[in-house]
């Protein structure tokens, strides 16, 4: 199972490149229910792609909400499956000031954003199935 736009987020080594050449992404985010303004969800993505493997305690939390699921996370040697560093970044983004911009998002529902911005709906399907009592909206 692809990810839509998956292809497309790596293709480009140049953050603008990435995102001159995919504006419409944030489109097709926004319609799977996304709730991130344009400028953060454009600079989560651009930190998820700088991001390093070691994101520690976060990438762990996305494994078990993943396994939860039944979303299998493509981890390889040495490398971090992209929902799962988004994730982290989402959890960890500060925004202006040093308030965590996203505090008041469960660790369910910034893993259901970080899926929707990679355009992941079918494991967003999966998620929302596991977590039934939960709202996603």
Partial sequence: MMREG???IYEDVGYMK???KNADTYDKYRELGGIINRADYEDALHKEMA????SGEFVIEAGAIARHAGI???NEKGTVDPRAKLFAVLRSYQKPGGNNHHGQMGDQHLFAEALRMLGD???LEKLIKAYPNMDFN
């Fill in 18 to 20: 990435y995102t001159e």
């Fill in 72 to 74: 299998e996370l493509e």
């Fill in 51 to 54: 991001a390093s493997k070691e």
């Fill in 121 to 123: 709906s079918d494991a």
């Fill in 6 to 8: 998956k292809e497309d």
